[in-house]
């Protein structure tokens, strides 16, 4: 798949930008804070929905405007679409696509998928199971609509429970709507554990292959799935999983209460990544740390192709220049056939090792090389 042309308009620090791309590879440079990440945040709304800066919608309405319109041109499955998402203060989210109305996150990831790479992803591997549960879903969400909604409706059941526990001290009557809560809960969180079971065991034989070819064949991975202590097989199916983890539930039911805190549920999930045997988040270096991550990163990206059949465009945001020249290379050599996006700054050089379009952003205007 590829974008092959987009138009901001009061989007962050721009005005109005229309830009065309190479169906290969685009270096996009500048100095600070231009507006480099802005345009690929744009682009990963154009395929979520969503930024993945911000929650807030608002923060990406262009200061003292009412409201930011991004549309695109999209070439995936062999068809051509044109996707529009229209924002507004105090205005319901418009997204269409083929001048169709749709449903969010769901129906514009049938159309463009995004593999986004910053800086702090590299350090994925050493920071809480939080970033790697992101990771997951983030991959996840774009792949698979049923996982998607029932990711949305977890996270609002959770929500809904986190205020009950909070609120019971001083009503106590809401403590009989729990059992309710933890039945739909633990129903949508083993949809939850059906599909991250599947798609980390391949992550797992799709990273271990790229982290050794990086690594120059010295490093074994694996990562493994953790979920709650009850589920004893996360393959198990949808009956099983749900008794297990209403089990976990029951039994934490007093902690929950008297720590007014939701402990229980594939909320918690993690995955963890082995070298050699050693838990990388304890023992990994740097250089193993960078590795690994960008090993996740890049098996995620073959897993989209393996299931979707066509690559995701890559969005590289200032993450070459933090690589080492090995490491520049083998990314390099891993992108293949789809289409990237690579931000660097104006020193980085990078325009010169790479082919493709060049384009210099300043002050929110872009202009092609
Ligand atoms: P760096 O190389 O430092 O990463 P960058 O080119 O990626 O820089 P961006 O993150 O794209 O920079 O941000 C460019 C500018 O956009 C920032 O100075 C920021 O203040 C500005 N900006 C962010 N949100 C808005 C907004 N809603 N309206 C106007 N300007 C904004
Ligand atoms: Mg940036």
Do not use: W
């Not at 744009?42 to 309405?61: N, P, Y």
């Not at 702090?120 to 698979?144: H, N, P, V, W, Y």
């Not at 001083?170 to 991250?196: C, K, Q, S, W």
């Not at 963890?272 to 740390?289: C, D, F, H, K, P």
Request: hydrophobic share 35%; proline share 3%; aromatic share 6%.
């Amino acid at each position: 798949m590829r974008l092959d042309y987009i138009k901001l308009e009061n989007f962050r620090n721009y005005v109005a930008q229309e830009v065309s791309f190479d169906p290969a590879c685009n270096v996009i440079c500048g100095e600070n804070a231009q507006g480099k990440t802005n345009l690929l945040e744009a682009m990963v709304c154009l395929s979520t929905g969503k930024s993945h800066r911000t929650r807030a919608d608002r923060e990406l309405i262009r200061f003292e405007e009412e409201g930011f319109r991004l549309d695109g041109r999209i070439r995936s499955r062999h068809r051509d679409f044109t996707s529009h998402i229209d924002v507004g203060f105090g205005k319901k989210k418009k997204i269409t696509v083929n001048d169709v109305p749709v449903r969010a996150a769901a129906d514009l990831s049938a159309v463009l998928n995004t593999t986004f790479f910053c800086p702090e992803d590299l350090q994925l591997i050493k920071e809480g199971a939080a970033a790697r549960r992101r990771f997951i879903d983030s991959s996840l969400c774009q792949l698979r609509p049923r996982y998607a909604a029932a990711l949305a409706e977890y996270q609002r059941l959770h929500e809904h429970k986190t205020r009950i526990l909070r609120d019971c001290v001083d009503r106590p009557d809401l403590i009989a709507t729990l059992p309710d809560f933890n039945l739909r809960m633990a129903e949508t969180g083993a949809i939850l554990i059906h599909y991250r079971a599947r798609f980390v065991k391949m992550l797992s034989v799709s990273a271990a292959a790229a982290h050794n070819e990086c690594s120059g064949g010295k490093e074994e991975l694996t990562i493994e799935y953790k979920t709650v202590k009850t589920v004893n097989d996360p393959f198990a199916d949808h009956k099983q999983l749900t008794v297990q983890l209403l089990e976990h539930q029951r039994a934490h039911h007093y902690a929950e209460v008297s720590s007014r805190q939701c402990l229980s549920g594939p909320h918690k999930d993690d995955i963890e990544v082995i070298l050699n045997g050693l838990s990388a988040r304890t023992y990994a270096s740097q250089g193993q740390t960078r590795t690994a991550a960008l090993a996740l990163k890049l098996a995620a990206r073959e897993i989209h192709k393996e299931i979707i059949g066509e690559y995701p465009i890559l969005l590289l945001d200032d993450v070459l220049s933090e690589l080492d020249p090995k490491r520049q290379e083998y990314v390099l050599n891993r992108i293949g056939s789809g289409q990237v996006f690579i931000t660097c700054c104006e020193e980085d050089r990078l325009h010169s090792l790479l082919k493709g379009n060049v384009y210099r952003v300043k002050g929110g205007v872009v202009t092609r090389q």
